[in-house]
DNA sequence: ACCATTTTCGACTATTAGTCGGTTTTTTTT
DNA sequence: AAAAAAAACCGACTAATAGTCGAAAATGGT
């Protein structure tokens, strides 16, 4: 009952690996065996299938990914700089981003948008809890929070998910995101260093740059 | 010269049936050409690869749709019912809707993402010169129009293309286009119309409360 | 009638997801 | 420790399917 799970976990992680670098479409059950050197009837012991094994890999990748999210909600900062970790948690990390935008390569387009839907399914309600302290806080004003915050984040997705979006995209952006919440004027302008910055650390900055 | 072109239609529209009603990911090429009554070397002499027929068949549906749209704007109407009138246009057809929401399912992602991705992009350029129009006419006041209508086109296709949306959305997603726009509050209520057929308009709440 | 071009044919290959009955390994029971 | 049961594993086999290829048939101009 341990060497089952140790196994599956395996397999899990290089599924993961393989439909991040090769894609979905082009990683066959051969390629996920002969990597783990195990045969077909073994593989299929443990997944019913390969489809089921995409889901397993997403349903990996999106724990991974809003835990961090989680734990930081829970924490005690302010409504805006909780925002700010949030988003910059969520964001793909390097490692994921497969070689050469692969994600975005038509054939890899039903595990980028299975990713992107669970995603915003998972972190609305957390980002949710954040606009409603950030109420309290009297920072934000709005009604019908959650769906507020899952435009937001269906925004952000088809944005600038794809590398291709240009300074304006942003600026509208940030724009449309501070009347959907009813923030202040410039208030989220941080969203552009979590968005277009190149450069590596500094999400701390993110919030001492707003208080002008 | 001339049978090839027919024949090519023939074909073409023959898989656009079938990627519709039974999705493009269940259509095999025997499939379509046991429909048309042809053998394989004779599809593959038209269609370098079942790819590239959806492909080709995508373009044909867009192509479609956005000739509608063209009309209209070379109309002279007022902007308002030009956007209204565009916006009707390019919503899928009964007709095209796969049976059982096929589209959604998960083995057409492929299809349905595509014809969004196309279709935004043809849109776009018409929508934005109907907003143009329309801050002539006073009724929008916004810069980076294009960058906006995109962000409105992208948020309705994913709010509403799939079944599952609520009043709350619409009100939300109303609010937002018109604070996007820069048009008049309640102007732009006659989306609701364009979308959802059920509930009665009464409710109306959504944005009672942020009036400053 | 002849040739070139276009169109058509269908058998064949290659890849791949998934199945199945049996074997080995591990764990539990006695 | 032996036997039984359960878990894990094996790999040959099936079925479906995208795509290839060389040859045959239709077409059209001269």
Redesign the pocket.
């Known amino acids: 009952?341990?060497?089952?799970e140790r196994?599956k976990q395996e397999l899990l992680d290089i599924a993961y690996r393989m439909f991040i670098s090769k894609g979905y479409e082009n990683t066959?059950?051969?390629d996920i065996i002969n990597e783990a050197g195990?045969?077909?009837?073994?593989y299929?012991?443990y997944f019913k299938?390969?489809?089921q094994t995409l889901e397993a890999v997403i349903e990996m990748m999106i724990e991974k990914e809003t835990e961090a999210a989680v734990s930081i909600l829970d924490s005690d900062m302010p409504a805006l700089q909780k925002m700010v970790a949030i988003i910059a948690s969520i964001r793909p990390e390097p490692e994921e981003q497969p070689i050469e935008g692969a994600l975005m390569r038509p054939e890899n387009i039903i595990m980028h948008q299975r990713i992107k839907q669970k995603l915003v399914e998972k972190v609305v309600p957390l980002l949710s809890k954040v606009v409603e302290e950030g109420m309290e806080q009297g920072i934000f004003s709005c009604d019908y929070i959650p769906e507020r915050v899952r435009m937001m984040l269906i925004l952000s997705n088809e944005l600038f998910d794809e590398g291709s979006f240009t300074d304006r995209d942003i600026d509208v952006f940030i724009d449309i995101t501070e009347k959907l919440l009813g923030a202040q004027k410039n208030s989220m302008d941080f969203i552009r260093h979590l968005i277009a910055a190149p450069a590596p650390s500094d999400v701390q900055t993110a919030n001492a740059e707003d208080k002008r």
Chains 1, 2 share one sequence.
């Open positions: 009952m341990k060497k089952g196994r066959s059950i051969d195990i045969a077909k009837g073994t299929y012991y299938s390969k489809e």
